[in-house]
């Protein structure tokens, strides 16, 4: 069978031209770029299978660079937990980079930029300048130290550098054109003063770069071939440009900037700033809380790099901004644990079933299949015995033909047991069913070859013996906003859509052979979904994060 080749999207198109004209295989490279000022999200995982996924099709290098140019924001925990990210995504990076590996390059560039008129430093506050800078029909007003003497701008710019210039008291801008239709061009900051601690650079500088003046330099100092970017940096690409030609001299290759389209995650916010809002408001309970989008919530939750990278494929990447429904990657999810997880049974709502029938005392164990859809995945041994559990949901006094439960008078399957008729029901005094007495024919044993373990009955119920089953909490997560844009309305704030219901934590009971379960273990929870060991589990006491439901819930509730 001849394998279908997949189109190529429009990016691949770029780097196919490029490789028939001004580059050769050996000169691509990529970079995926991320500021350390927070975890990244279900949005940078698109990115990050994009950049790394070209230097697989390419065979081509891909530098992690962080982009540490702003230490207020920036910390030594959001490098770790990216770098985590990334590797757990299943990429290596060609070399670890970071945007204050090159400030004492910069910093000559920018002293070089005085020296030949393309840059000056501007004594106006940012209020000043940004009046001045005018409107996208209105032309900018030149700043009144625009013409400053070169000796001038030096003197000024080394004590910024030196720390001798308090921290709003001077700029250094370039000097392009005040005029430009593009008002990125309007003589941009290049340079701020800051007198804050840099979580690598320590106290050594009392400046920092702008991200336009740092990001193009960067991808030049590291060769990189393709600057991919998202959309709303595509105003940004002629000042990458005019910044490159200042600093590349006689290069012949230099980066090149292009950009696609984000893709938002209905149900979610993906700007990281609400993100630490989630977390700093205590909505959440960290980053890595499973209902947030970021990737280690993602993965706490239980989903798999596989999933992730499977969504990021399927969404593909585009030149138009669009919401995919969280639903989709749901799907990803369920289609990969589907083939993975092994199969378990817990009982989350228990009600107690007793076969009447069955010696008192007595207790089986029976062989259950660990994974229809993987052979090799082989079987277990459950413990089966008089006193079981079973769902409440799975039992009714009375019920119609489309109820394919169990029932008073009817007959269902135990899950790799044997077949059960309903007989009575003992209630309390307020009238709620406490035990449903049932009996078993004793030849119906699943999987033993009897013609009465071959008859056909209309319903299959998990459970699990009372005696053995171990006490579990589970975390029922959910969307944690109510309504599918929470951005999209322009009079409310986006907490007003917080899902009240996105947790619940209940109490269930689960068969033992979960006794020996490790963190972030996977199963499916037989007829109710894919769940996952949470980190805060302790020996004898396991929590599981549902991570999906079996089958999508949502739509046809909402």
């Known amino acids: 069978m001849v394998e279908e080749k997949r189109s190529l999207n429009f990016i691949e198109q770029i780097i196919e031209e490029d490789l028939q ?33 070209l230097g697989e099709k390419y065979n081509a290098p891909v530098n992690l660079r962080f982009d540490d140019t702003n230490p207020i924001k920036e910390e030594q925990e959001f490098v770790d937990a990216i770098k985590e990210d990334v590797l757990w995504l299943g990429y290596k990076w060609e070399k670890e980079c970071y945007a204050s590996d090159y400030f004492q390059q910069l910093y000559d560039w920018a002293m070089e930029m005085i020296k030949n008129g393309d840059a000056y430093v501007d004594s106006q506050t940012s209020e000043q300048i940004a009046e001045q800078k005018g409107t996208p029909t209105q032309a900018g007003k030149e700043s009144p130290f625009r ?172 030149k138009r901004e669009n919401m995919i429904d969280v639903a989709h990657l749901e799907f990803c999810a369920r289609e990969d644990l589907n083939k993975t997880a092994p199969r378990v049974m817990g009982v989350l709502d228990p009600v107690k079933l007793v076969i009447t029938n069955y010696e008192e005392g007595k207790e089986e164990w029976l062989e259950a299949e660990n994974n229809p859809e993987d052979e090799s995945a082989g079987s277990r041994e459950i413990p089966f015995s008089r006193d079981i559990l079973i769902e409440k949901e799975d039992f009714k006094e009375s019920a119609n033909r489309k109820f394919f439960r169990l029932t008073l008078g009817k007959e269902v399957r135990l899950k790799n047991a044997y077949i059960i008729k309903g007989e009575e029901v003992i209630k309390d005094s307020q009238g709620n069913i406490t035990e449903i007495h049932c009996t078993y024919d004793p030849k119906s044993k699943s999987g033993s070859g009897t013609e009465e373990s071959k008859r056909k009955v209309k319903g299959t119920l998990h459970w699990v013996s009372a005696k053995h089953a171990l006490e579990a909490e589970i975390r029922l997560y959910d969307r944690l906003f109510s309504v599918e844009n929470p951005d999209g309305d322009k009079d409310k704030d986006y907490m007003e859509f917080i899902n009240p219901d996105s947790l619940e934590v209940i109490k269930a009971y689960v068969e033992p052979s979960l006794k020996s379960a490790g963190i972030q273990d996977k199963f499916q929870f037989q007829r109710i979904g894919y769940f996952c060991v949470d980190k805060d589990s302790e020996e004898g006491k396991p929590i599981f994060n549902r991570t999906v439901t079996l089958r999508d819930s949502w739509s046809k509730n909402n």
């Open 147 to 318: 013409n400053r003497s070169v000796e001038e701008n030096l003197e000024l710019f080394i004590k910024m550098k030196n720390g001798e210039t308090p921290e709003r008291g001077h700029v250094l801008r370039a000097k392009i054109d005040m005029n430009s239709p593009n008002m990125l061009m309007r003589d941009p900051v290049m340079y701020r003063c800051l007198h804050k601690r840099h979580h690598r650079t320590d106290d050594n500088w009392k400046i920092y770069p702008m991200y336009d003046w740092a990001h193009g330099e960067s991808d030049f100092i590291e060769n990189i071939s393709h600057s991919f970017c998202t959309l709303e940096f595509l105003p940004h690409r002629e000042l990458y440009n005019w910044f490159l030609e200042k600093v590349s001299g006689e290069a012949k290759l230099k980066p090149k900037q292009r950009e696609f389209a984000r893709r938002n995650l209905s149900h979610t916010v993906v700007s990281k700033r609400k993100l630490m809002q989630l977390v700093e408001k205590n909505v959440v309970k960290s980053w890595d809380d499973p209902r947030m989008p970021t990737i280690s919530g993602l993965r706490r939750r239980g989903y798999t790099p596989n999933a992730i990278r499977k969504f990021a494929d399927s969404i593909g990447v585009g």
């Open 21 to 53: 004209t001004t580059y050769k295989k050996e000169d691509l490279k990529f970079r995926f770029p991320p500021e350390p000022n927070g975890y990244l999200h279900i949005g940078h995982a698109s990115s990050i299978c994009l950049n790394f996924g």
